[in-house]
């Protein structure tokens, strides 16, 4: 694929993703986003196929970005509280974010394709707890944390994140609902040096 269509292409998922954000998924159509590209239909499908194909692609890149900004910020000499505060700020910020936020879209989609084996919000789940379990054994080793379950905590803080994505959307979440969580999180692991 030359230049001119990679950035088409990447034109095409930007305005896609604000589709999603202001649809969800399943209200969505082919149609919708030809609209929102001021692109003929023939355009659009010579670039994707299905809206399927369409949120996946986004769902792709918003993970490689977070990946990206994330691992972008650690350096050498960070310690594994450190860099678990950092990744619990970044979850912070995504989960007051208001706007611009694709969680209806992603809850939707995946309630109608649960069933497949190669879910992907299941492995971005299983990958988020395989990090983290990495981060908590790091820092038991350094003498930071203390855990007998360095698995059990990581998916207990993934499945706190999840709780709290769809609380955002569905009852609503403060700050202050989130900072609790977060504290809790890390007096959970972290050794008191006093």
Known sequence: M???SLQKKQYILEKAREVFVEKGFKNVTMKDIVEACEISRGGLYLYFSSTEEILLEVLKAEADEADDV???RITEEDTAAYILTLFLKEQKKELLRKKNNLTVAIYEYFFLHKAEKNNMLRRQFDAGVKVIEKLIESGIASGEFYCENPK??????????EGLKINSQTMGITE???????????EGLIIDME
Not at 152 to 161: E, K, R
Not at 176 to 186: A, F, G, P, R
């Open 70 to 72: 994330f691992t972008n």
């Open 2 to 4: 030359g230049e001119k």
């Open 152 to 161: 059990g905590a990581a998916s207990n803080i993934m499945y706190v994140l």
């Open 176 to 186: 202050k609902m989130v900072d609790e969580q977060m504290l809790y999180i890390m």
